[in-house]
T-cell receptor, first 113, second 114 residues
Framework: TQLLEQSPQFLSIQEGENLTVYCNSS?????LQWYRQEPGEGPVLLVT?????EVKKLKRLTFQFGDARKDSSLHITAAQPGDTGLYLC?????????????FGTGTRLAVRP | DAGVIQSPRHEVTEMGQEVTLRCKPI?????LFWYRQTMMRGLELLIY????????DSGMPEDRFSAKMPNASFSTLKIQPSEPRDSAVYFC????????????FGPGTRLLVL
């Protein structure tokens, strides 16, 4: 069972367009992370959001954690070819053995020049 | 500082053979994670270690999979015997204290079992 569903699964847009990627769950997470993965490499952390309703900005990327801490969104303004990659959200749940990350299904973004 | 190092980068083997994947975490990191990534199931946590001790192995698919961390600078993930459905990219990641601290991923080992 996939706890974190991302949408859309695939997205191909023209350079300069805006886009939003969604990460949804029926579970509550203590925090949520967004990663970007490029072909042949491992995921690289972009941001961690902890508080319900929190908004973080990283240059042209805006991340929001839902008020109920069940969902998150990533908005990219004026996308560039360098934004191409696989975007993964990952939610953390506290367990007796420590926080455990569950990754989302992923959104594969292609930005055409 | 060198990142997480994984070897081999690519492995092609035949069904039934033993496969050993290796990982060297970033120096000073006390937690190490093994993940598997496939198109169908995405990125899944298999097992993680804290101070060389396995903390959570609930993601290990079955007894054919085993992982060890004999010291702070080396870990192995072994599959014996391997099956075609084990074909995937296996990632190792590390961080200083586990939890939600930033995990640094290696480049992965792409495994193909024929």
């Amino acid at each position: 069972t996939q706890l974190l569903e991302q949408s859309p699964q695939f997205l191909s847009i023209q350079e300069g367009e805006n886009l939003t990627v969604y990460c949804n769950s029926s579970s509550v997470f203590s925090s949520l992370q967004w990663y970007r993965q490029e072909p042949g490499e491992g995921p690289v952390l972009l941001v961690t959001v902890v508080t319900g309703g929190e908004v973080k900005k990283l240059k042209r990327l805006t991340f929001q954690f839902g008020d109920a801490r069940k969902d998150s969104s990533l908005h990219i303004t004026a996308a560039q070819p360098g934004d191409t990659g696989l975007y993964l959200c990952a939610g953390a749940k506290k367990k007796s053995s420590g926080d455990k990350l569950t990754f989302g299904t992923g959104t594969r973004l292609a930005v055409r020049p | 500082d060198a990142g997480v190092i994984q070897s081999p980068r690519h492995e092609v083997t035949e069904m039934g053979q033993e496969v050993t994947l290796r990982c060297k975490p970033i120096s000073g990191h006390n937690s190490l994670f093994w993940y598997r990534q496939t198109m169908m199931r995405g990125l899944e946590l298999l097992i993680y270690f804290n101070n060389n001790v396995p903390i959570d192995d609930s993601g290990m698919p079955e007894d054919r999979f085993s992982a060890k961390m004999p010291n702070a600078s080396f870990s192995t993930l072994k599959i014996q015997p391997s099956e075609p459905r084990d074909s995937a990219v296996y990632f190792c990641a590390s961080n200083r204290r586990g939890g939600m601290e930033t995990q640094y991923f290696g480049p992965g080992t792409r495994l193909l079992v024929l």
